[in-house]
């Protein structure tokens, strides 16, 4: 069997919808990234949550924002609520699964900070729940999913940042998820250290 031909479009499938979101995409990720700078320099902090692939690019967003990106810079407050297997598995096991992200926020969230939520399908309880529990606290939502933004969109209020990827398939959401983490984490380091 010869994979080449498939593999090909892959890339290409890939690169096609990286240049088709550009345009849309960029003046989100701006604005995304002013107000997460803006949460910073008044001492509040980002919390980050997803599923499967989005929770581990949540805690690589959670790596690069607290350790760096591309310059040096000092470490900038971000807690990946994916990340610490004994609080998950303990809600999971003593409430409900729904609920993993969610008792994270109303225990460690403030008015002012920021959710960074992951769901390539935007129907993703425990996401929902997150987003819920975000407004609730008094936090700004910076919401990522693909396709029709499914049930996420029924959440977001009008100071919320909504990046929608035009895809269904996973895989190529979750490709330009990382992409526009990224751009995010260039765009933040840009914004407070002056580069232009």
């Not at 995409?25 to 949550?49: F, G, H, R, S």
């Not at 760096?68 to 699964?97: K, Q, V």
């Not at 209020?157 to 895989?171: L, R």
């Amino acid at each position: 069997m010869n994979l080449t031909p498939r593999i090909v479009g892959h890339f290409e499938e890939s690169a096609q919808l990286k240049l088709v979101s550009a345009d849309l995409l960029a003046p989100v990720i701006a604005e995304a990234a002013a107000m997460i700078v803006a949460a910073l320099l008044n001492d509040k902090k980002v919390l980050t949550c997803g599923n499967g692939g989005s929770a581990a690019l949540a805690q690589y967003f959670a790596a690069r924002m607290l350790n760096r990106f591309d310059m040096e810079r000092p470490g900038l407050a971000t807690i990946s609520l994916s990340a610490d297997n004994s609080t998950l598995t303990s809600i999971a096991n003593d409430s409900n699964f729904s609920q993993v992200f969610s008792k994270q926020i109303m225990a460690l969230g403030q008015p002012g900070d920021i959710l960074l939520a992951m769901s390539t399908s935007g129907n993703s309880q425990n996401v929902l729940d997150a987003i819920v529990a975000a407004h609730e606290r008094g936090m700004n939502v910076v919401a990522f999913s693909g396709g029709d933004g499914g049930s996420l969109m029924e959440l977001l209020i009008p100071q919320d940042i909504h990046i929608g990827v035009p895809h269904e398939n996973t895989a190529r959401v979750q490709e330009m998820y990382l992409l526009v983490l990224h751009c995010l984490c260039d765009s933040i380091d840009c914004l407070l250290l002056g580069v232009e």
